[in-house]
């Protein structure tokens, strides 16, 4: 068989079936096609190998011509590929334009909608409120639909026009040899119309920006850098497109009692020489209620206890993280006579072994 080998080309056996080199086709067509590889040169030759091969074995009165003679004996009995016809079979195969356009996220649309802009906003809470989670209400400017113009962006009393350039499709196609390329119509810059006479409320972009009041559910456990998604929250859509949505970012203030560690608290609790050698039970102020301290005798400095439980809420599960006490013991500076002389007797008295 002279020529190339159309098989090897979409990957499949020589006793594939119509179903198996339609599979096979559209795989390949999706994955070499020029607009997806608009950098590589390589694409579109392959691409159009491809296609002359589906052309081919799709074909009965082709494929078995060709099974027998290879591709030398199809031009040699007047059966010619066609790229025109190539062209249908692909454009037929992903449901015209708008088929194969919503692959790869384009296609025509008349007046396309778009979503509105996505917002971000940064709120400061304190280390209890991150513990207990709250409802905090934010103040924001969001952009809403124009009230003068409904959101057209056109003064009232008139309406956007059809662009003349696409007919309102947003896209304009040109032939390029074997291929049908669109590209975005310059006129209109793919929105399909085009405002004569611009809102002078909006300048026409059918939007305003107003401030809102949005209360935001913020639970128990969240952590610095943590973010809320608020759905449909952000700017206004074009066109009756979605709203945008708002991300809320958290940030957790420095605590004078708490250093954070994910689920875990740090605590440093300071003894005095006496209670570090005798041990005591103390008890501090944790983010609930009090923590119960057993400093344990002959504790050292920098000695570190563990409370389990007494941590940070874990998020979106249960259970709590644990409190870790670091010991820091207090030397006097400056002690009193009496403190000064009992130091001095208990000197003596390890010098002396008892």
């Known amino acids: 068989m002279s020529g190339r080998d159309f098989y090897a080309i979409l990957g499949v056996s020589r006793q594939a079936d119509k179903e198996e080199l339609k599979k096979a086709y559209r795989k390949l067509a999706v994955q070499y096609h020029p607009d997806r590889n608009p950098d590589n040169p390589d694409a579109a030759a392959k691409f159009r190998e491809v296609a002359e091969a589906y052309d081919v074995l799709s074909d009965d009165q082709k494929r078995q011509i060709y099974d027998r003679f290879g591709e030398a004996g199809l031009k040699g009995r007047g059966q010619t590929i066609n790229p025109e016809d190539i062209f249908a079979n692909f454009m ?21 909608s778009g979503q509105g802009r996505n917002q971000q906003i940064e709120i400061t809470l304190t280390l209890n409120e991150a513990a207990t989670g709250i409802e905090r209400e934010i103040e924001l400017q969001r952009d809403v639909a124009c009230e003068t113009c409904n959101g057209t962006g056109a003064e009232p009393g008139s309406s ?27 006129q209109c810059r793919g929105a399909g119309r085009f405002i004569r006479n611009k809102c002078t409320a909006c300048k026409g972009t059918g939007r305003t920006a107003v401030s809102k009041k949005i209360k935001v559910k913020i639970p128990a456990g969240i952590d610095s850098g943590n973010t809320i998604r608020v759905a449909g929250a952000g700017g206004a859509g074009t066109n009756g497109g979605p709203p945008g949505d708002l991300y809320v970012v958290i940030d957790i203030a420095e605590d004078e009692r708490f250093a954070r560690e994910g689920d875990d608290l740090i605590h440093e609790m300071k003894i005095s020489v006496p209670d570090a050698v005798l041990g005591r039970r103390a008890y501090i102020p944790g983010l609930f209620d009090e923590v119960r301290v057993d400093v344990p005798k002959g504790s050292q400095p920098g000695d570190i206890l563990r409370i389990s439980g007494e941590g940070m809420p874990r998020l979106g599960t249960r259970g709590r993280g644990d409190l870790w006490i670091r010991l820091e013991v207090e030397v006097p500076k400056k002690p009193s006579r009496h403190v000064r002389k009992l130091y001095e007797q208990l000197r003596e008295a390890e010098e002396k072994g008892d």
């Open 92 to 112: 037929s195969m992903f449901g015209g334009f708008g088929g194969f356009g919503d692959i790869f996220g384009g296609g025509r649309s008349r007046q396309r």
């Open 160 to 186: 956007p026009e059809i662009c003349s350039a696409c007919r309102g499709q947003g896209q304009i196609a040109h032939n390029q040899g074997l291929f049908m390329i669109t590209t975005t119509c310059p």
